[in-house]
């Protein structure tokens, strides 16, 4: 099997399994019924919707029981499904790479998103940090008692 088409199935089962906790599940597991139902000797949809609800409650259960292999085991099992449809039906690859497209879209990495930051609570009469996360020593020398020059 083409290595291509390996990792795709490989990007589609962990996409699967991560969609199955959020709260879109239903839309995800209905879309991605009726690509397993369109494949040939897949079954029915509501069938395959049953598979992938079954498949959604074993996750669910492996991570309240903190089962991390219980976890893998659910994306190892429709990795295999879906290298073995991929290896059947190759033309499926390209539906397969639009629907997980849709339902969970690459971040766009070539911009910058806008921030705007506000600072209340009163008047300051120093300096204002604002980090998300801020790794190793931080040194900050402020005039003590008056404005920031600047």
Known sequence: MEAELVALATAGATTLVQQMATEGWATVRRRMA?????????????????ELDDSRADLVAAQEEGDQDGVAGVTTAWRL????LLSEDPAAAAE???????????????TVPEVHNTISGGVQHGAVIQAGVVSGDLTFHAPPGGPLPG
């Open 34 to 50: 009726a690509f397993l139902a369109r494949r040939r000797g897949a079954g029915d949809e509501a069938a395959l919707e049953g």
């Open 96 to 110: 397969l790479r639009a629907l997980l497209d849709e339902v969970a879209p690459e971040p766009d990495r070539g």
């Open 81 to 84: 499904r879906l290298r073995r």
